[in-house]
């Protein structure tokens, strides 16, 4: 799968898909670094996998709350695009439930999916789960749906 939206490009790293994400043309820090490997994607849903690494941390050595807000916020628009009318989307309410921690080292698996798609608002649904498949957060993200520029996701196939 070769997915290419304005804030990530889909490329393989040791035969794994992996999002590397990145603000395209403003250098800002925040995304360098972030790697996530696509688990699945279809339309309305999709998973995701990161290793929790040191520059991801807060002062306790797990992973930063701001840190987890933003790969919320990023990983539910990317699953929004998947739906018509494929356009981009910014965020109105984001409210995030942090119920245990995400040492370094460990891996977390980020599920999100859209609830509802309404014509100017899309209601989604992100939980972060550990290793051992209990949540580490659980969170509800409202986004308004506006004019840009639609993305590839466009001719994707019914799943």
Not at 111 to 116: A, F, G, L, Q, S
Not at 130 to 144: C, M, P, S, W, Y
Request: proline letters at 6%; aromatic letters at 4%; one cysteine or more.
């Amino acid at each position: 799968m070769d997915l290419k939206l304005p804030h990530c490009s889909l490329f393989k790293l040791s035969n794994l898909p992996i999002l590397d994400l990145h603000e395209r043309d403003r250098g800002q820090v925040m995304w360098t670094g972030i790697k996530i490997e696509l688990l699945s994607m279809s339309k309305g849903k999709a998973s995701f996998k990161m290793k929790v690494e040191e520059s991801h941390q807060n002062p306790m050595g797990n992973l930063h709350g701001g840190m987890t807000a933003t790969l919320i916020d990023m990983l539910t628009t990317i699953v929004i695009t998947t739906l018509p009318p494929h356009k981009v989307a910014a965020s109105v309410d984001l409210s995030i439930s942090y119920l245990r921690p995400a040492p370094v080292g460990e891996d977390v698996i980020i599920n999100t999916e859209v609830i509802k798609m309404g014509r100017t608002l899309a209601f989604t649904a992100a939980e972060l789960l550990n290793k051992d498949g209990k949540l580490v957060a659980k969170a509800r993200h409202t986004q308004f749906i506006g004019e840009g520029q639609p993305t590839p996701f466009t001719d994707m196939q019914e799943s």
